[in-house]
């Protein structure tokens, strides 16, 4: 059973626009999320977290939401740049887990010129 | 600052080979380390965790093995190898504190079992 779903495998947006990768998780017991952004062979990136005591977090052109009733979190990239195209990995994690971060299986994510 | 190692970057075996790959963490003292396969459209799955020397945790039943010989390096090795080895290892560390937990990638090894 996948307990952080990411269901839409691509997105394709135009540069300048706004990207929203979305997230759901089944565990209510997660209380940390992350998302990671990762180019074609190479390891990920830590791009931006929330803890579950916040509902946004914002960090230059990224922000992250998180609507706990829902079990849902998104990623907003504005304005979206052609570098931002990778593939962006959704992770959560909770303290009993042993910081086993469980992955989405991620949203490649294009951005057009 | 903190680095994390990996080698090689790519490796191409027979099937049946044994496989050794390395990780080695710098700049930090008594990290969790990690080993996740990123197989085509299946995301991240995590193979290993250690909490420290000579502790393994195993996720996921497998023809892998993980050793932590020391407290920054971790290996991952297979006696024989199957095709369906092939894909691509990222090793990780965290600091190992309780609460936030965000671990930090290797490069990565792609390995391709022929």
């Known amino acids: 059973d996948q307990q952080v779903k990411q269901n839409s495998p691509s997105l394709s947006v135009q540069e300048g626009r706004i990207s929203i990768l979305n997230c759901d998780y089944t565990?209510?017991?997660?209380?940390?999320f992350l998302w990671y952004k990762k180019y074609p062979a190479e390891g990920p990136t830590f791009l931006i977290s929330i803890s579950s005591i916040k509902d946004k977090n914002e960090d230059g052109r990224f922000t992250v939401f998180l609507n706990k009733s829902a079990k849902h979190l998104s990623l907003h990239i504005v304005p979206s740049q052609p570098g931002d195209s990778a593939v962006y990995f959704c992770a959560a994690y909770y303290g009993g887990s042993q910081g086993n971060l469980i992955f989405g299986k991620g949203t490649k994510l294009s951005v057009k010129p | 600052s903190q680095t994390i190692h990996q080698w090689p970057a790519t490796l191409v075996q027979p099937v049946g080979s044994p496989l050794s790959l390395e990780c080695t963490v710098e700049?930090?003292?008594?990290?969790?380390l990690y080993w996740y396969r990123q197989a085509a459209g299946r995301g991240l799955q995590l193979l290993f965790y250690?909490?420290?020397?000579?502790?393994i945790s195993s996720e996921v039943p497998q023809n892998l093995s993980a050793s932590r010989p020391q407290d920054r390096q971790f290996i991952l090795s297979s006696k024989k190898l199957l095709l369906s080895d092939s894909g691509f290892y990222l090793c990780?560390?965290?600091?190992?504190?309780?609460?936030?937990?965000?671990?930090?990638f290797g490069p990565g090894t792609r390995l391709t079992v022929l």
């Open positions: 250690s909490v420290g020397i000579g502790q």
């Open positions: 990780a560390w965290s600091p190992g504190l309780a609460g936030t937990d965000t671990q930090y």
């Open positions: 700049g930090t003292s008594n990290p969790n």
């Open positions: 565990n209510s017991m997660f209380d940390y």
